[in-house]
């Protein structure tokens, strides 16, 4: 993920379309700890259909700033610098 197979996840270059994808150090290319998980609508559709649904989910460093902000900092690197593009002719 995160460009390295020329796109910005393997899903697109594959063309496949996951439920679920996970993502991690990518995000911020190892330099902090940060990770999600990206739900598609049908998953989400099924859990939003019981009223009584409430996702509960937190650790100890959920939503850290510092982990936020090195993750979208390191994105607009990535943009800039036209990493995915790269990846394509570099490898």
């Not at 996840?9 to 994808?21: E, G, I, N």
């Not at 100890?60 to 943009?79: D, Q, R, W």
Request: glycine share 12%.
């Amino acid at each position: 993920g995160f460009g390295r197979t020329g796109n910005w996840f393997a899903s697109q270059t594959y063309r496949v379309t996951p439920d679920l994808m996970t993502f991690a150090k990518g995000a911020t290319s190892g330099y902090q700890p940060f990770g999600g998980v990206v739900a598609s609508r049908s998953i989400c559709d099924v859990l939003e259909a019981d009223p009584d649904y409430l996702f509960r989910h937190g650790h100890t460093f959920s939503g850290h700033t510092a982990a936020c902000a090195a993750c979208l900092a390191n994105i607009e690197i990535m943009e800039r610098e036209r990493l995915g593009e790269r990846a394509n002719l570099v490898g």
